[in-house]
């Protein structure tokens, strides 16, 4: 999944971050013969760290007998300099341009449990899981669609055939959604001033988290002037109102929220940021956030190797944070077409801040993250022939449920006869996309109406109402390949009750409001 489907950004200097508070009580602990805390005497004869390397971005954790302090000393001591930190979970970010800056801090093993940098090239002043780019709809097509609405429809929804596959147009017959519950968008930024967007966007809790830190100031979530789309199609998805202004979303009665976290011009996503996100989600009462990217510069990250362990480790920690404080969170499966539980996979896109190493890697080992992190709902994208969208990853035991992604193969039988997904799009436009990107925020809304009919179910109380009603989807004698062509679905496996291609099945919105 290139990224959108997936998303990215840069890194700043930014303003004064989340209050750190809670206990390290949950972190995990090292041994009684680990290696002292931060020595004062070693600190003293040690030489001046060199400063002649590029200019990176790490994240430390650290173990349950370290602290914030402790960690900001040894950093100094290191050559870097302390960009936030999280005491509710024991991560620090930091820059450095020492080359042995992580390495050094890795000797402290009573301090720091994994240290790493978030990508290999320097920092710059970013990517998604889309498939393909955007169709802009015309006003031709616009009129078109707005000619064939019957009452009670949003003018561009005959177009929407992915809401009906879902029977979201039946729920919202009974329940639009709260206006108690927000979806926290974590992507390239939402364009609040769309009409189609403006009365359900939740300025209060909204942000933007390049570089680590959450910049909270008028229109900081916005996309950047160069930046992406793909944050206000997944928003439109979510929670578009139905005000007889252009489409409907899945939840068009709840909130939603940006968490940008993508860089200008790249539109990669960091781990720094990545980080700030689900943090600020959980600490701004956000109930459920859409993660439609994967976080580079790794499209897998390997617990084998010291770099990529922290970032499993520092985005781990925040996850299982948003959620301890009762935010779920969804991802995409990604646009690779691969088969997340196979033996081993090939990956020829990583790093991709920097030349491409291919590699072979084994994905129960080599974690596509946010993706395959516990907690997180994975899901993989289908079209409106209900077959598995080409261009979608998936794997039995790791895609949880399934959802109109789109697939520009399996042609619906609507105005535009578009197989892609209708969505806002900045500067008060609406476009197609495909890709899981596109499929997990129509989980996202669905989840949202499942909160908004039961306020106190938790996080795993969500989710096992997403998958229990689910609707069953067995595996396909045929799907459709990248060139359109139907071949023999041999990839899809069936166990458990669920299948690698759907999971559980896909969602139903209608289940969600009854």
């Known amino acids: 999944m290139a990224h959108l489907g ?26 009684a013969s680990a290696a002292p805390l931060g020595n004062t005497a070693d600190a003293a004869t040690a030489s001046k760290a060199d400063t002649t390397g590029p200019k990176l971005s790490y994240v430390a954790n650290l173990t349950t007998y370290g602290t914030v302090k402790q960690a900001r000393k ?9 960009v936030t930190s999280y005491e509710q979970i024991g991560v620090v970010v930091a820059h450095s341009q020492n ?24 920092l710059q002043t970013v ?23 019957q009452e009670g429809q949003e003018p561009l929804e005959p177009n929407q055939w992915d809401l009906r596959t879902i029977k979201a147009d039946q729920a919202h017959k009974i329940n639009d959604g709260s206006r108690d519950v927000t979806v926290g968008v974590i992507d390239t930024g939402i364009d609040d001033t769309h009409p189609d967007l403006a009365a359900n966007f939740s300025k209060e809790q909204s942000a933007n988290c390049v570089g680590g830190v959450a910049d909270t100031t008028e229109g900081a979530w916005r996309p950047y002037a160069d930046g992406s789309d793909h944050g206000t199609h997944v928003a439109g998805t979510i929670a578009a109102p139905r005000n007889g202004v252009g489409v409907s979303g899945v939840a068009p009665g709840v909130k939603v929220a940006a968490i940008k976290v993508s860089e200008p011009g790249t539109s990669l996503f960091f781990t720094e940021a990545v980080v700030c996100g689900f943090m600020f989600a959980a600490e701004k009462g956000i109930e459920v956030t859409n993660n439609s990217y994967y976080v580079d510069p790794w499209l897998f990250n390997c617990k084998t190797d010291d770099d990529q362990k922290a970032l499993v480790e520092a985005i781990g920690r925040a996850s299982k944070y948003a959620e301890r404080k009762g935010v779920l969170n969804v991802a ?35 974690l596509d993250l946010p993706t395959q992190l516990p907690g997180v709902v994975t899901v993989s994208a289908t079209g409106d022939k209900g077959l598995r969208s080409y261009y979608s990853s998936y794997g039995l035991g790791v895609v949880d449920v399934a959802a109109p992604g789109g697939d520009k193969w399996q042609i619906p039988a609507t105005p535009d006869a578009n197989g892609r997904v ?59 390949d990248a060139t359109g062509t139907l071949i023999n679905a041999t990839t899809c496996a069936s166990k458990w009750g669920q299948t690698g291609y759907y999971g559980y099945g896909v969602v139903d919105a209608l289940k969600a409001v009854q």
């Open 6 to 31: 997936s998303g990215r950004r840069r890194a700043l200097a930014v303003p004064v971050g989340l209050v750190l508070t809670a206990s390290l009580a949950l972190l995990p602990s090292v041994s």
């Open 74 to 82: 040894a950093i100094e001591r290191a050559g870097g300099t302390v």
């Open 99 to 122: 080359p042995d800056f992580a390495k050094q801090l890795r000797t402290q093993r009573g301090l720091f449990v994994s240290v790493g940098a978030t990508r290999t090239a320097p």
């Open 127 to 149: 990517q998604t899981t889309e498939e393909g780019t955007t169709q802009q709809l015309g006003a031709a097509d616009a009129a078109k669609a707005a000619s064939q609405a």
């Open 332 to 366: 995409s499966a990604g646009n690779s077409n691969q088969d997340l539980a196979a033996d081993s996979l090939t990956d020829d896109t990583s790093p991709d801040d920097a030349t491409p190493v291919p590699r072979t890697i084994d994905p129960k080992v080599c």
């Open 422 to 480: 209708l969505s806002t799009v900045p500067g008060g436009g609406y476009g197609y996309k495909q890709g899981t990107s596109m499929a997990a925020p129509h989980v996202a809304g669905v989840a949202a109406l499942l909160k908004s009919a039961h306020p106190g179910a938790t996080p795993s109380q969500i989710q096992a109402m997403l998958k229990g009603q689910a609707t069953k989807t067995a595996c396909p004698a045929q799907i459709y």
